[in-house]
Structures are given as C-alpha cells and as structure tokens.
C-alpha cells in the first residue's frame, strides 16, 4: 500500500509538472496556421457558417457539411475532439490549446500503464515523470493540433490492448487494437510507420517462436490463441477505424492521388530515392526533438538537453549487455521499445512531405520508456537492486533510507533527477525567451494585432497573399474577417495568379496582406508590383505590423491610382 502511494504520488507530480509548463502563458507563441486551419470547421459548425472543408468532401447531415479530412493525409480528429472545448470555454486560443494539452495528459497516463504493465510499476512512473518535462513533448503538447499530438496516445493505447491480447486475455483486446491502428492511420496517415515498426517488433522479436510455429504449422509456440474468425474480427475493426479516411478516398482520391504523386519526391522537393541521406536527416532531427534544440527556434530561443542522446545511447548499450549477461529471459521485452525506434525512424525516410521534425511527435514517449527500462532492467538483474546504501555507507547502516534504499533505485533517481533537472531547465529557458519574443515566424503573436487591426478598421476582406495567415484570421475573429487567398500554392508566380490580381485591382479598396520579405513562403511581392506597375498605379503601404521583438511580420498595402493620390482619397 506505502509503495502503491508513493507510485500515485509521483505520477501526479509529474501531471502537475506537465500542466504548469503547458498551461503557462497559453496564447504563446502565436496561433499557426496548421492550429487553426484544422478547428476553423469546428468554429463554423458551431456558428452556423458555411463550412470549408478539404477538396469540398464531407458528409451531409441535417443540411450542414461535416468534413472528413482537413488534408490528404490527416483527418479531422482534431476538429471534433476541439468542438466540446469550444462550445464549453468559446471560440479562442485557449479552447483550441487545452484540448491537445489533455491529450498529453493522457499519453503520459497511458505511457504510465504500458510501463507498469509492460515491465513493473518503476518502469511506469520513471518514464512518465521523464517524459512530462523532455521540452519537445511539453511544447509540441501546447501546439498540439499542429503536431497532431493524438496519435502518440493511439499508438501507446494501441500496443497496449496488443499486449493484453497476446498475454491471454480477451479477444477483445485484440479488436480494440485494430480499431486503433485504423483510427491512427486515419488522425494521420504516417500512423502507418508504427504499425509498419509494430509488425518488424512481431516478427524480429519473436523469430525463434515463427520458426517452431513453421515446423509444427501452427501457432502453438505463441501465447495467443487466434482463429480466423478473430483475424476477420480484427480486420473490419481495423476498416471500422479508418473509415473516414476510405470515404475520403471513394469520394476525392485525395490520399491515393497524394501518395501516388509525391512516392518519388514530394511537393517539398525530397528525395525519396536518396534513402542514405534521408537517414542521416532524419537522424540528426530525431537527436535535436530528443534534445528539445533548435527546432523550437519560433520559441525565441536556442537551448538544448544534451543528456538525452547520451541517455538514450547509453540505455541501448546497457540493455544489450545485462541482456545478453544476465537477463537473456528477458531479450524480447528489453529491445521492443528500441525496435520501434529504430523501425520509425528508417520508416520516415520516405515521406510526401518533407523530413521535418515534426513528424517525431508520434515517438516522444518511446524514448522515455527506453531509458526508465534500461535503467530497471540494470538495477534488478545486474544486481544493484540487492545491494543497499546500508551496505555501502556503515555510518549510515542503521538509518531508515539506508536500509530502504537501494543502489538501483538510487542509480534511477540520479539519471533521472539529472534528465528531469537539465530539461527543466531548457523549459524555462524556451518560456523566458517567448515571454520576451512572443514566437517567431509564422508562430507569432503578431497574428492577434494583425486580427485585431482589420477588425477595428473594418477591413473585413483583407485579400492575402501568403501561406500562414488566412484561417488564423477567421478564428481570432470568428469569421468576422473573411480573408480571400489569391497567392496560389505555386512556388512561382503564373498567370492565374496574374489574373486573380488584375481582378482585385478592380475594387480600390482592396488591402493585400503581405508578409515580410525574411517571412515570405510563396514569393508574389515583385509579381504583384509588375501587375500593379502595368496598370499604371501605385503601392501605398498601410501598416507595418511588428512582433514584440520590434521585427516586421505583415505588411498591409492599398493600391491607388495616380489620381486618388493627387486627390489625397487615401
């Protein structure tokens, strides 16, 4: 009961640890656009407005538009799990991030169970408490949305109910481990690279058991009991959870037609046939998510936890030797976190987007459990669970901790103490920096002055012309602002876009919203001047809008031809 105490009180620790980081200044940085471009349906279904939804496929019920899909590959999970927080706290920035910050309340609950139930309750709290503090997890959980952070708690809830299957409990377990592979597959469809390390997990993990069950042709050697009903079970499960995804398909094709079109490079220009330096890319990103560094640099800052590569390397090798030395009974359970490591991130060499960081956000409690079990397979088979500080310090032999303590557990809670220590203070550094920077890029603050601006100065069309700034304006004034996007998703500027400027050129009126030039994705600016230039008139700026470093962001300009300046109409 005392032990069963001391694990609760630990594992509400670090929930509270975890909740004061992400929940501190909540509204920082800025909303993204991949934020608000997923809950922008949630808001409409909710105000009755028309609903926007991805190649315009949906289901109708009740004369209203109910969208599937908020890309090609991700679904809109995200949009109905925002919609209850949305109608409970309204239509703002904190509704959109508390959703995905419960979400990573729940992958640390759920890393708890896999550990305790994987390996032994020491397992369970150790990696909780580690992975509550690492500073990728705890600021991709305040973005969330734009991470799709839901699928790190899928795939853990998912070998979970595997792992109670194949213990022999019932076949129920099984089904619900379907229900969730498809489930993921459909939040996002490089869900597929756990599934994909899952199966390498089964198969290299337990080849001696395939063996024995091809020599005597039947599942005997395996703990599980399957027949082929259950594998039928399992299989509509699997169809059951990623439906939406296959209706997305029969109605656009969007997934096939994105898969197909971007198998040998993508849109963003990676290589997929270049697997090698695709590799070393993914794992050089993978080391600096691990190390929480310079992909939060929207945070305002550079910092880093070196100790987590070394962590992690280090609990490889550790497992390898106590394995092979003295735990040989416990091989397969001891590697299977490192396999699904390492099966993700070969996986990841292939994408039909590009090698970004983000992509790991489905990884970031598997490293946690690697090094919490490395750490407990040590202190109990290498032996230092038996000796205790009593044996080691005579001047302390009779004291209450000295007979209680372990050398193992004291090992735990110094790598531990050391990994939580350092990452809590890379959180605070990351937090001081974006108190004083607000974010940067397209993550920062200075999307609420440009929000409110347009809305104080009636500017209720602002026609927008970059990536990043038009669903972030209708959330913030909830569709009050109705931004029209003309900058087309080229990466050079064409003749549509030509057109579609000379028609906005038409209404005098008209304020285009640019960002700065060192902030500009789709480059349109001198293409704009050209076309302005050819109809004889003049780029008037407006507003400099700036982020709290005083750096330019957006720049809003009118156009006004030669007689509304000799007039002074402007």
């Given at each position: 009961m005392k032990m069963r105490a001391i694990e609760v009180a630990l594992l509400l620790l670090g929930l509270g640890a975890f909740l004061t980081l992400t929940l501190y200044q909540i509204s920082l940085p800025g909303l993204h656009y991949d934020e608000a471009v997923e809950v922008l349906p949630a808001m409409q279904l909710l105000l009755g407005q028309p609903v926007i939804t991805h190649r315009d496929s949906g289901i109708h019920l009740g004369g209203r538009l109910f969208p599937i899909m908020v890309m090609d590959?991700?679904?809109?999970?995200?949009?109905?799990?925002?919609?209850?927080?949305?109608?409970?706290?309204?239509?703002?920035?904190?509704?959109?991030?508390?959703?995905?910050?419960?979400?990573?309340?729940?992958?640390?609950?759920?890393?708890?169970?896999?550990?305790?139930?994987?390996?032994?309750?020491?397992?369970?709290?150790?990696?909780?408490l580690l992975l509550a503090v690492q500073p990728s997890f705890v600021f991709w959980s305040r973005q969330g949305i734009f991470v799709t952070n839901v699928t790190a708690p899928i795939a853990l809830a998912c070998v979970l109910y595997a792992l109670r299957w194949w213990r022999g409990q019932p076949a129920r377990n099984l089904y619900a481990a379907a229900f969730l592979c498809g489930l993921g597959l459909y939040a996002k469809f490089l869900f597929l690279w756990i599934i994909g390390a899952l199966i390498v997990a089964l198969v290299v993990l337990n080849a001696d058991r395939w063996w024995q069950a091809l020599r005597q042709r039947s599942l005997a050697p395996f703990p599980f009991h399957l027949t082929w009903q259950r594998v039928l079970l399992a299989g509509l499960c699997f169809l059951l959870g990623m439906a939406p995804l296959i209706l997305f398909n029969i109605q656009t094709q969007g997934t096939i037609l994105t898969l197909t079109g971007n198998a040998t490079s993508s849109y963003y220009n990676t290589d997929n046939l270049n697997l090698p330096l695709?590799?070393?890319?993914?794992?050089?990103?993978?080391?600096?998510?691990?190390?929480?560094?310079?992909?939060?640099?929207?945070?305002?800052?550079?910092?880093?936890?070196?100790?987590?590569?070394?962590?992690?390397?280090?609990?490889?090798?550790?497992?390898?030797?106590?394995?092979?030395?003295?735990?040989?009974?416990?091989?397969?359970?001891?590697?299977?976190?490192?396999?699904?490591?390492g099966c993700v991130i070969v996986a990841s060499t292939v994408t039909i987007s590009a090698l970004w960081f983000t992509h790991f956000a489905i990884l970031m409690p598997w490293p946690a459990l690697a090094v919490a079990m490395a750490l407990d397979l040590l202190a109990?088979?290498?032996?230092?669970?038996?000796?205790?500080?009593?044996?080691?310090?005579?001047?302390?032999?009779?004291?209450?901790?000295?007979?209680?303590?372990?050398?193992?557990?004291?090992?735990?809670?110094?790598?531990?103490?050391?990994?939580?220590?350092?990452d809590l203070r890379v959180d605070r550094a990351y937090h001081h920096e974006l108190t004083r920077s607000g974010g940067?890029?397209?993550?920062?603050?200075?999307?609420?002055?440009?929000?409110?601006?347009?809305?104080?100065?009636?500017?209720?069309?602002?026609?927008?012309?970059?990536?990043?700034?038009?669903?972030?304006?209708?959330?913030?004034?909830?569709?009050?602002?109705?931004?029209?996007?003309?900058?087309?998703?080229?990466?050079?500027?064409?003749?549509?876009?030509?057109?579609?400027?000379?028609?906005?050129?038409?209404?005098?009126?008209?304020?285009?919203?640019?960002?700065?030039?060192?902030?500009?994705?789709?480059?349109?600016?001198?293409?704009?001047?050209?076309?302005?230039?050819?109809?004889?008139?003049?780029?008037?700026?407006?507003?400099?809008?700036?982020?709290?470093?005083?750096?330019?962001?957006?720049?809003?300009?009118?156009?006004?031809?030669?007689?509304?300046?000799?007039?002074?109409?402007?």
């Open positions: 590959y991700i679904g809109a999970l995200n949009t109905y799990l925002t919609l209850p927080f949305f109608v409970l706290l309204g239509i703002n920035v904190f509704a959109i991030r508390l959703m995905p910050i419960l979400v990573g309340v729940l992958t640390l609950l759920l890393l708890y169970r896999l550990g305790r139930e994987l390996y032994n309750p020491r397992v369970g709290v150790v990696a909780a695709n590799l070393r890319v993914r794992i050089q990103r993978f080391r600096a998510v691990l190390e929480g560094s310079h992909h939060l640099w929207y945070l305002g800052g550079n910092f880093n936890d070196r100790y987590w590569s070394w962590a992690l390397v280090g609990a490889l090798v550790i497992t390898g030797l106590v394995v092979v030395l003295r735990a040989r009974d416990e091989w397969r359970r001891a590697f299977f976190p490192f396999v699904v490591i109990r088979r290498g032996g230092l669970d038996r000796l205790h500080l009593g044996r080691l310090v005579p001047a302390r032999r009779d004291s209450y901790l000295a007979q209680e303590i372990s050398l193992g557990l004291a090992l735990i809670v110094l790598i531990a103490a050391l990994l939580i220590g350092t940067a890029g397209a993550h920062s603050a200075a999307i609420y002055k440009l929000a409110a601006y347009l809305e104080k100065e009636g500017i209720t069309q602002p026609v927008i012309m970059d990536w990043g700034i038009d669903a972030p304006l209708r959330i913030l004034t909830r569709g009050r602002v109705q931004p029209v996007e003309i900058f087309g998703y080229e990466w050079e500027a064409g003749e549509d876009f030509r057109r579609r400027v000379a028609e906005t050129l038409q209404n005098p009126d008209n304020v285009y919203v640019f960002h700065s030039p060192q902030e500009t994705v789709f480059q349109r600016r001198e293409a704009f001047e050209t076309e302005v230039t050819a109809e004889g008139k003049t780029i008037v700026e407006e507003k400099v809008i700036r982020d709290r470093s005083t750096i330019p962001i957006f720049v809003l300009v009118r156009v006004e031809s030669e007689q509304q300046i000799a007039n002074g109409e402007w």
